[in-house]
Structure formats: structure tokens, C-alpha cells
């Protein structure tokens, strides 16, 4: 464990540079065994340490610390195809990234419900619920894990699932990092089918062509949301040193089609400056590779807030975010986006059927999990625009309240600094039940107190 060692950071990079902290050691399990016994260790000694899978949550402490220790996933990279609970699965280690997932998949015809972009990392996504692709049909990607292991403070070795501590089982499925150190994720197994997708970028001129699109694609009237084998993510950008607009959407659709389906022919006619690589009928992979867009040269930030899901909801955000973007001073290399992201009824009902910690209920209807984002690259930037966002969350959360279209919801994955998602889970239901199981299986409180982390019961 390299007590009294400093060492250098070398692992791959943090997505998020505000989020690079000085840990005094790193620690790099091969083994939950290896993790087993550093744990304890740790614990023992009560000394300060911090979980890292991909690194990709844009909040300080999330995956890191300093003066403490870094317990790094990245030799966690096992996979291999198994059996849990009965089924066929893949046995996923927490340092892998979703692209090396989805092509070892593909080379035995074979996929998994997982993350939406190539880089992220496989622990933080699943432990957080996570989006996938084919979320209007399979609800959270949490909700195909079929095992976990799990490595407690104590150093006791676990094999969760709905028959071994299915209390946990059910916590894990959104409960972020607060019960244990999950060494590997068994993931349930699809056949792998082409697909039709891919980005449309535009410039200034086409951005109110993507806009009004993301308001139609979320009318019940229109196919859209409503046609369970789509799925879009578009995000509108501001620069905040050319003051241009520009807009970059995610299409896809989950049929081996040469035809666009009406469900996102609206993004795929957006005109004049736009830049596309959607086809079709064309590989998983192929498509995956392409969302590798976001480089790890920035610091940034992510906030979360939930309206329903209606064409008036994107038009009351999207105002919002213009008219109060626009104020913003001049930062160099500097943007913020709004990002729309739809969970249909199908998606509601397919999670709530499932079981998990999150529990949206399907009486509360579909919903938009909206994410605020900045980049920059200052230091001497980042309460100034750490404020307007959170102000910027704040005015959309009024004014969607007014217009009775506000949903009391937190995205984790896309949560921010302080915000509490926990406390929305279930309508306020899980929360305590969490506190629980916590309790249960980390009666001295380390994952509370001695590891870092965003998001705490």
C-alpha cells in the first residue's frame, strides 16, 4: 500500500481536469482478494480513501482524493462469459470502458445493456443506473445486472443477486458507491443486431432546426418518444468566446434499417450546415466508436434537473438556457450545453417492473432527465460558472413548477456538487430503506466517512 510514498498519477487521464486530485498512494488491484485486503487494511487503519473506475464523474472527490488513498480499478479489466443465477452472462471488471465492452461482445455476436458513449467507465454508469440505448424497452442499464460481487469494508468477499442479499441487490441498482466495492458486474446477454444511427452536428444555422426537433420528439401526437426502438440525446452548445450556437445529436435507432424511420426523421433533415454520419443498416460498434467525441483537456461540470415529458418542457428549458446563457461573460475555450434525454412510459415501466433503488413510479408519467453542462479551461473560472449553473438549474426549476411540468428527479449520473439525488428516489421511499442495508453491510459507516465519493445516504 506504499505507506509514506507519494507517487505520481499515471493512470489514463481524468475526463473532467478540475477533477485530478493528489492522492499520497495508489493502490491497483488485480483481484477482489487484492481489494478484500487493502480494504481491510484501510479500514483497520481508519486512513481516507477514494474508488476509481473510469473517472468520469465531473465533481472532485468523486473517483479521487488527496493525501489519501486511490484505490484504482483499471486491473480490474476482466472479461469473460459465465454463468449467474442460472443465465448466461458476461463477467465485466469495473476498469473496463463501455467500447471495450461492446466490441469483446461483438466478436461473439453477442451484446449487453451498458453505457451510451465509448469512454465512460463500466463501475460508476452501472452503479448509477445508467442509460443505455435501448432504454425505452430494457428501462435502466442497472436493471440487467444479474450479479454483483461485492467486496465489503471488512474484507468479506459477496456474490449479490435477487437470491443472495437481495436487499443489497436492490440497493446497488442506483445506490452509487455507498454499500461496498463492487469488483465485477454480471451483465445479461442479447444477440447482436445491426443498427441505424449515428452524430449530426450543426452550426449556428441549424441549430433551431435541432431544437425544434427535441420539442417535437417529446409530443405523445408524434412517433418519436412514444416508438420504443429509438433513442436521441441532443445538446445545444454555447460558446462563451465566439458567442456561436452549435448543437450535437446522438440518433439511433435500434433496427437494421437502410430507411430512416420516422420516429428521428426530423434530426436527420435538419438543413444547411449540418455535418452527419447517421446511416444505416450498420454495426454497434461501429456506431459506439463515433461517441468518443469528448476529450479529457477540459474542466467541466455537470447538473441535473427533471421535467415531464412534453414539447412545452423543452421550450420552457430551452428559453431559460438562452436567454441566461447569453449573459455570460466571455470565457475563453469556455461553452455551456443543455442536453435533453427522454424516459418514456415504456422505459418507466420496464424499469419500475424490474426493481431497483431509483423506483420512478409509473403513475408519476414519462419524463426528460435534463443535463446542464460547462467546459472550460481556467482555473480562475470555476466558481463563476459552477454559480451560473446551479442559478441556471434553479430559474429552470421555477419556471417548470409554474407551468406544473417540473419532475422531482435527480439524475446520479449527471448529478452535481451537493446536489442530493437520494432523497427524490422513490418518491422519497428509498432513501430510508438504503440507510438500512447500508447499515447493515457497513455497520462502522467507511463507505460514509473514510471514502470519498459525490453522492452520500
Same mark, same amino acid.
Given at each position: 500500500?506504499?505507506?509514506?510514498?507519494?507517487?505520481?498519477?499515471?493512470?489514463?487521464?481524468?475526463?473532467?481536469?478540475?477533477?485530478?486530485?493528489?492522492?499520497?498512494?495508489?493502490?491497483?488491484?488485480?483481484?477482489?482478494?487484492?481489494?478484500?485486503?487493502?480494504?481491510?487494511?484501510?479500514?483497520?487503519?481508519?486512513?481516507?480513501?477514494?474508488?476509481?473506475?473510469?473517472?468520469?464523474?465531473?465533481?472532485?472527490?468523486?473517483?479521487?482524493?488527496?493525501?489519501?488513498?486511490?484505490?484504482?480499478?483499471?486491473?480490474?479489466?476482466?472479461?469473460?462469459?459465465?454463468?449467474?443465477?442460472?443465465?448466461?452472462?458476461?463477467?465485466?471488471?469495473?476498469?473496463?470502458?463501455?467500447?471495450?465492452?461492446?466490441?469483446?461482445?461483438?466478436?461473439?455476436?453477442?451484446?449487453?445493456?451498458?453505457?451510451?458513449?465509448?469512454?465512460?467507465?463500466?463501475?460508476?454508469?452501472?452503479?448509477?443506473?445508467?442509460?443505455?440505448?435501448?432504454?425505452?424497452?430494457?428501462?435502466?442499464?442497472?436493471?440487467?445486472?444479474?450479479?454483483?460481487?461485492?467486496?465489503?469494508?471488512?474484507?468479506?468477499?459477496?456474490?449479490?443477486?435477487?437470491?443472495?442479499?437481495?436487499?443489497?441487490?436492490?440497493?446497488?441498482?442506483?445506490?452509487?458507491?455507498?454499500?461496498?466495492?463492487?469488483?465485477?458486474?454480471?451483465?445479461?446477454?442479447?444477440?447482436?443486431? &445491426?443498427?441505424?444511427?449515428?452524430?449530426?452536428?450543426?452550426?449556428?444555422?441549424?441549430?433551431?432546426?435541432?431544437?425544434?426537433?427535441?420539442?417535437?420528439?417529446?409530443?405523445?401526437?408524434? &412517433?418519436?418518444?412514444?416508438?420504443?426502438?429509438?433513442?436521441?440525446?441532443?445538446?445545444?452548445?454555447?460558446?462563451?468566446?465566439?458567442?456561436?450556437?452549435?448543437?450535437?445529436?446522438?440518433?439511433?435507432?435500434?433496427?437494421?434499417?437502410?430507411?430512416?424511420?420516422?420516429?428521428?426523421?426530423?434530426?436527420?433533415?435538419?438543413?444547411?450546415?449540418?455535418?452527419?454520419?447517421?446511416?444505416?443498416?450498420?454495426?454497434?460498434?461501429?456506431?459506439?466508436?463515433?461517441?468518443?467525441?469528448?476529450?479529457?483537456?477540459?474542466?467541466?461540470?455537470?447538473?441535473?434537473?427533471?421535467?415531464?415529458?412534453?414539447?412545452?418542457?423543452?421550450?420552457?428549458?430551452?428559453?431559460?438556457?438562452?436567454?441566461?446563457?447569453?449573459?455570460?461573460?466571455?470565457?475563453?475555450?469556455?461553452?455551456?450545453?443543455?442536453?435533453?434525454?427522454?424516459?418514456?412510459?415504456?422505459?418507466?415501466?420496464?424499469?419500475?417492473?424490474?426493481?431497483?433503488?431509483?423506483?420512478?413510479?409509473?403513475?408519476?408519467?414519462?419524463?426528460?432527465?435534463?443535463?446542464?453542462?460547462?467546459?472550460?479551461?481556467?482555473?480562475?473560472?470555476?466558481?463563476?460558472?459552477?454559480?451560473?449553473?446551479?442559478?441556471?438549474? &434553479?430559474?429552470?426549476?421555477?419556471?417548470?413548477?409554474?407551468?406544473?411540468?417540473?419532475?422531482?428527479?435527480?439524475?446520479?449520473?449527471?448529478?452535481?456538487?451537493?446536489?442530493?439525488?437520494?432523497?427524490?428516489?422513490?418518491?422519497?421511499?428509498?432513501?430510508?430503506?438504503?440507510?438500512?442495508?447500508?447499515?447493515?453491510?457497513?455497520?462502522?459507516?467507511?463507505?460514509?466517512?473514510?471514502?470519498?465519493?459525490?453522492?452520500?445516504?
Amino acid at each position: 500500500m506504499c505507506p509514506g510514498k507519494r507517487l505520481q498519477l499515471t493512470l489514463p487521464e481524468y475526463w473532467d481536469k478540475a477533477a485530478v486530485l493528489s492522492p499520497s498512494c495508489i493502490f491497483t488491484p488485480k483481484s477482489s482478494e487484492e481489494v478484500a485486503s487493502g480494504l481491510k487494511i484501510l479500514t483497520d487503519n481508519q486512513s481516507p480513501f477514494a474508488v476509481r473506475s473510469g473517472g468520469h464523474t465531473p465533481i472532485p472527490g468523486a473517483s479521487g482524493i488527496d493525501n489519501g488513498v486511490l484505490i484504482a480499478a483499471d486491473r480490474l479489466s476482466n472479461l469473460t462469459i459465465g454463468e449467474a443465477v442460472g443465465q448466461q452472462v458476461v463477467r465485466v471488471g469495473p476498469g473496463n470502458r463501455w467500447i471495450e465492452v461492446y466490441g469483446w461482445l461483438a466478436n461473439q455476436g453477442l451484446t449487453c445493456i451498458g453505457g451510451r458513449y465509448a469512454t465512460v467507465g463500466v463501475g460508476g454508469l452501472l452503479l448509477g443506473g445508467g442509460m443505455s440505448h435501448y432504454r425505452s424497452i430494457h428501462g435502466w442499464a442497472a436493471d440487467h445486472v444479474i450479479n454483483y460481487e461485492l467486496v465489503t469494508a471488512q474484507g468479506n468477499i459477496l456474490q449479490v443477486n435477487r437470491e443472495s442479499h437481495s436487499d443489497l441487490f436492490w440497493a446497488l441498482k442506483g445506490g452509487s458507491g455507498n454499500f461496498g466495492f463492487v469488483t465485477s458486474f454480471d451483465l445479461e446477454l442479447f444477440p447482436l443486431k &445491426d443498427v441505424y444511427g449515428g452524430n449530426i452536428l450543426t452550426n449556428a444555422s441549424g441549430t433551431d432546426a435541432v431544437i425544434k426537433a427535441s420539442a417535437s420528439y417529446a409530443d405523445p401526437v408524434h &412517433d418519436g418518444v412514444a416508438d420504443p426502438l429509438s433513442a436521441v440525446n441532443p445538446t445545444v452548445q454555447l460558446a462563451l468566446d465566439t458567442r456561436e450556437r452549435s448543437s450535437f445529436t446522438n440518433v439511433f435507432y435500434n433496427a437494421s434499417t437502410g430507411s430512416t424511420p420516422s420516429a428521428v426523421k426530423d434530426f436527420t433533415t435538419v438543413p444547411s450546415g449540418a455535418a452527419s454520419t447517421i446511416t444505416g443498416p450498420r454495426s454497434f460498434v461501429g456506431f459506439m466508436n463515433e461517441t468518443a467525441v469528448f476529450p479529457n483537456d477540459m474542466r467541466r461540470l455537470f447538473r441535473a434537473t427533471s421535467v415531464k415529458l412534453s414539447s412545452q418542457a423543452v421550450n420552457i428549458v430551452q428559453k431559460i438556457f438562452d436567454d441566461e446563457s447569453t449573459k455570460l461573460r466571455t470565457v475563453t475555450n469556455g461553452s455551456v450545453t443543455v442536453t435533453y434525454q427522454y424516459l418514456s412510459q415504456s422505459f418507466i415501466d420496464a424499469a419500475y417492473a424490474a426493481g431497483d433503488a431509483i423506483q420512478l413510479l409509473p403513475e408519476n408519467g414519462p419524463l426528460i432527465a435534463v443535463l446542464l453542462a460547462a467546459a472550460w479551461v481556467s482555473e480562475s473560472d470555476d466558481d463563476y460558472l459552477l454559480n451560473f449553473v446551479k442559478s441556471l438549474v &434553479d430559474s429552470i426549476d421555477s419556471a417548470s413548477t409554474a407551468a406544473d411540468l417540473y419532475y422531482p428527479y435527480i439524475f446520479l449520473n449527471d448529478g452535481g456538487i451537493g446536489q442530493l439525488p437520494f432523497p427524490l428516489y422513490g418518491g422519497g421511499a428509498s432513501l430510508p430503506k438504503m440507510r438500512m442495508i447500508a447499515q447493515k453491510y457497513d455497520p462502522q459507516g467507511v463507505f460514509q466517512k473514510l471514502a470519498s465519493g459525490a453522492f452520500k445516504l
